[in-house]
């Protein structure tokens, strides 16, 4: 990142590792750990505030001044997440809530079934929004209530998605969420980065809206895989 000049992205949108001592080894979420791409690099928690305000740094430089971010976060690390990106100088816009299904039954605690997702910007008076990007001002619900009102709702239900494909890895974001993201805050040909692209699946819905796209990833069969699907125009 340090290599990109100034104010050259739109927007940037990423869920970076976890520091929860995540393995791609385990069958997480169901699914079978042989065919998860092992690997997955890790930060360790006491690391954590400063491996964010590293990448952060770099992206609030590199964003144009109309730019904006969202950064995907489960609860654990969320502290680390919120000081870094006020410790940065970014503006927060929305605290968005993922909710999503788990499908596990817990005995001794609360399911888990959402996750964080922070929407920030550079200058809140350039940042772009277009508000009716997804349904026009009169549109409706069933029930005749206002259907861009609803859309726009900070608690967001999105389904998670299962691979289909032999090869995966171990975790991924939504088509539809990253879609509702890249139509609220970017338009065609804007240019668009995921520092920890896993999957590449930011980049593969980019592309498929017609967006620019860049991204990062340290492991190698990871990034592989990313530039393969979007080789393959393998969309979700
Ligand atoms: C939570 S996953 C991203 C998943 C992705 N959003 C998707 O939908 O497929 C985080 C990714 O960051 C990668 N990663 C960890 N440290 C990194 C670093 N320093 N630079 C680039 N990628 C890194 C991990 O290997 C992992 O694939």
Redesign the pocket.
């Known amino acids: 990142m340090q290599e990109i000049p100034k104010n050259k992205f739109d927007l940037v949108i990423?869920?970076?590792?976890?520091a929860i001592n995540f393995k791609a080894t385990k069958s997480n979420y169901n699914r079978t750990a042989s065919r998860v791409i092992q690997?997955?690099?890790e930060?360790l928690p006491e690391n954590y505030y400063d491996f964010s305000v590293n990448w952060m740094s770099e992206a609030f430089r590199i964003l144009k001044e109309s730019g904006s971010m969202y950064v995907f976060s489960g609860w654990n690390n969320l502290k680390d997440i919120l000081s870094a990106l006020d410790d940065v100088g970014f503006t927060t816009v929305n605290h968005i809530i993922w909710k999503y299904q788990f499908g596990v039954v817990t005995k001794k605690k609360y399911v888990t079934s959402h996750y964080h997702c922070l929407y920030v910007c550079k200058n809140d008076k350039k940042k772009k929004f277009y508000p009716f990007s997804r349904f026009k001002k009169d549109s409706k619900t069933d029930n005749g209530r206002s259907l861009h009102y609803k859309d726009k709702e900070d608690v967001w239900e999105i389904k998670r998605e299962y691979w289909t494909g032999k090869e995966k890895?171990p975790?991924?974001?939504p088509a539809d969420l990253i879609k509702k993201i890249l139509l609220y805050s970017s338009r065609k040909n804007d240019l668009v980065l995921?520092?920890?692209?896993?999957?590449?699946?930011?980049a593969v819905v980019s592309k498929m809206l017609g967006r620019e796209y860049y991204g990062?990833?340290?492991?190698k069969e990871?990034y592989n895989f990313a530039k393969k699907r979007l080789e393959k125009n393998v969309y979700p």
């Open positions: 990423t869920d970076p590792p976890f690997g997955y690099n930060i890895t975790t991924k974001l995921d520092p920890f692209l896993g999957s590449g699946q930011v990062f990833e340290i492991v990871y």
